[in-house]
């Protein structure tokens, strides 16, 4: 099954250099480009792809906004978006994240994590690179000057929120059976039980659920 991608950056060169990458696997196709966050809206509606590779500081709209338009499009439900970062800590991942990213790549990725990050990603296990994803998010919510609000846990179980706790950690569902003493499918149950009732379209964003309501600490 080939994974259909819509690459998204104001730079005609990055784009190149990762639809180059890209093209190179079997499973992986560019069927569409764009150079700034309006004409990705338009693209990606009439490509309909699997993973949009998403630039953040782009002209006309940027790549923010238009996250939030293409995953707020309840004709795109099978479409994921990955953000593209130039700096591993960047105050856009959090605002990406909010506005429905399933993750985030830092733009001097090597090529083979990159076509891997692709692939998990349109397969529906949203979190990239755990321990990278845990760090950056751990790093921004660290310099948040909000406090944590953990009201919207009340929703959760106590099994829930521990399952929770150990996805921020970075761990697979089979790391969290093994840990719990419960199947992987088990884990999995909770984990997508905690994603709707905290409303979290994937894991990535429950994992910065986890940091943001203070389930999880930077550091611990």
Do not use: C, W
């Amino acid at each position: 099954m080939t994974v259909r991608v819509v690459l998204v950056d104001d730079q005609a060169l990055v784009r190149a250099g990762l639809s180059g990458l890209l093209d190179n696997s079997a499973d992986i196709a560019v069927v569409g480009e764009a150079a700034n966050g309006a004409e990705a809206v338009h693209v990606v509606r009439s490509t309909k792809p699997d993973v949009v590779l998403m630039d953040v500081q782009m002209p006309v709209m940027d790549g923010i906004e238009a996250t939030r338009l293409l995953v707020g499009d309840p004709a795109l439900t099978g479409t994921r978006v990955i953000v593209l970062t130039t700096f591993e800590l960047d105050d856009y991942i959090a605002e990406a994240l909010r506005a429905g990213a399933s993750g985030f790549l830092v733009k001097d990725i090597e090529p083979e994590d990159l076509r891997t990050a692709v692939r998990v990603v349109a397969a529906g296990e949203a979190l990239l690179s755990p321990g990278a994803t845990k760090r950056l998010i751990a790093q921004f919510v660290a310099h948040r000057q909000i406090p944590a609000d953990q009201s919207r846990l009340a929703a959760l179980t106590g099994r829930e929120r521990e399952v929770m706790a150990l996805a921020a950690g970075g761990l697979s569902n089979e790391e969290i059976g093994k840990r719990l003493f419960m199947s992987p499918s088990t884990a999995r149950t909770h984990v997508h039980r905690a994603m709707a009732k905290l409303g979290a379209r994937d894991r990535a964003q429950l994992v910065f659920l986890a940091y943001e309501t203070g389930l999880v600490r930077p550091g611990h």
